[in-house]
């Protein structure tokens, strides 16, 4: 699996009123995925094209906010969560900047650091459509591995699930409690999900119970396989 670093990025998001602070991607001669404004002669590939006068590096303060309603709605349906969840992940990471970049290197809206993008194959964290599949995604997957538990899932979005499963809580980080704090109080508060919103819920109750099969050897010294052992149940191996 490629390595991703960031290139310059603290300079494109400080860049000087009314200059442009355009954003390539390109990969190494090592195979690592770079993100820059300055591409130094390298064929690499436009993925934000910056027209406005400012571009600010505070993730929490968006010069160019805009509706991403119809693309939440979209990706939210496609991984079964609640919409009203993913705007208030988006609100607590970005604020809605699809351009915002934090302190340590998590890109876009749902604020995806650059392995967890390329685990996801989310190949440019900057466009909107991207960002949200790849973060509804990846919330969906943590809600599922934490068994339907919101508070966990987020405080594992924020902090690692490795770092959540080490304790079995919300880890004592300040920036996690807090993190988790907001997004349910944006959610209203929901900290279980309910079952229909679950796919290895509805997956584990909708799916048939299977019965044990036994071998029974019979008198004549045929084999029979039932659900029923006729002969000798104590000794019949069970499969």
């Known amino acids: 699996m490629m390595r991703i670093v960031l290139i310059a990025l603290l300079l494109v998001f400080s860049i000087a009123a009314n200059s442009r602070a355009d954003i390539y991607r390109y990969v190494d001669d090592n195979g690592v995925v770079c993100y820059t404004d300055a591409p130094l002669n390298r064929k690499a590939e436009k993925v934000v094209k910056t027209e406005v006068s400012v571009v600010q590096r505070d993730t929490h303060s968006s010069p160019i906010q805009r509706d991403f309603h119809s693309i939440v709605e979209d990706k939210a349906s496609k991984y079964e969560l609640d919409p009203s969840l ?81 304790t079995g809580s919300v880890p004592q980080i300040t920036e996690t409690r807090q993190y988790v704090k907001k997004v349910l109080s944006l959610y209203n508060g929901k900290t279980v999900l309910p079952a229909s919103s679950s796919l290895s819920s509805r997956a584990s109750s909708a799916a048939p119970k299977t019965e044990p099969i036994y071998k029974v050897l019979t008198e004549d010294g045929s084999v029979l396989f039932t659900n029923s052992p006729l002969y000798n149940y104590k000794k019949t191996p069970r499969f």
């Open 86 to 166: 993913v705007h208030a992940v988006i609100k607590t990471e970005s604020n809605g900047n699809p351009r915002a970049v934090s302190r340590k290197g998590a890109i876009g809206l749902m604020q995806l650091m650059p392995t967890t993008a390329s685990d996801l194959e989310v190949r440019n964290p900057f466009d909107p459509e991207e960002n949200i599949d790849g973060g509804t995604r990846y919330l969906k997957y943590l809600i599922e591995r934490f068994r339907g538990d919101l508070t966990l899932a987020l405080a594992a979005y924020n902090a690692g699930p490795k770092t959540v499963e080490k």
